[in-house]
């Protein structure tokens, strides 16, 4: 039987046929791409089989339903997430993995820098600094960025007992892995000019909706998941 893979990457899909051959691409070798096709109508999901990936279908719309479809599906003792619409190099997360390997962190986020004209709109931008400040409020964490790149142990995930299925899930995800005092760190890494139309911070309104979704994550009294400790090694 062979071996599982050393490491899962969950990528949400909608409509992203244009930038999944650059994405997938880039998954390191021998780690397995999870594309999560949340109701494409583009053909990603063949297409995505056909490079390769393993495709998980995910029929509830929204951001945290197909980022936990993902987690759900994975088999791999680290699972990573990234967007799937080539404005992160999934690539980036090998030092990402090292540093949960060498017991450095619990949970690792890429702090987004824009590369090009347009990589983060002004709106997006002030939307994540507003939440930064509030998640620094709320768990004294001194982080700059919630982008969507980000690396922890699977099995200390399932134990924080996500819920959001919307934009509020990557929030949450800090925000539990906090409160349970999992180790936190930021790397910087070049943010590109995404490949298609944004499905939610393309727009004010989108922004709007995230800011919302994720207000009502910092609002929620402070969770008490399995410490498992970010399933340190023993």
Partial sequence: MPPGPSVDVVLPCLDEAEAL???LGRIPAGWRALVVDNGSTDGSAGLARALGATVVHEERRGFG???????TAATADIV???DCDASLDPGLLVPFVDALRDGEADLVLGRRRPRGRGAWPAHARAGNLALSLLLRRRTGLRLHDLGPLRAARREALLSLGLTDRRSGYPLQMVVRAADAGWRVRERDVPYRPRTGASKVTGTWRGTWQAVRDMSRVLNEGPARPARAAAGRPG
């Fill in 65 to 71: 339903a197909a980022c936990h479809a993902g987690l």
């Fill in 80 to 82: 990573c997430f990234c």
């Fill in 21 to 23: 051959p650059w994405v």
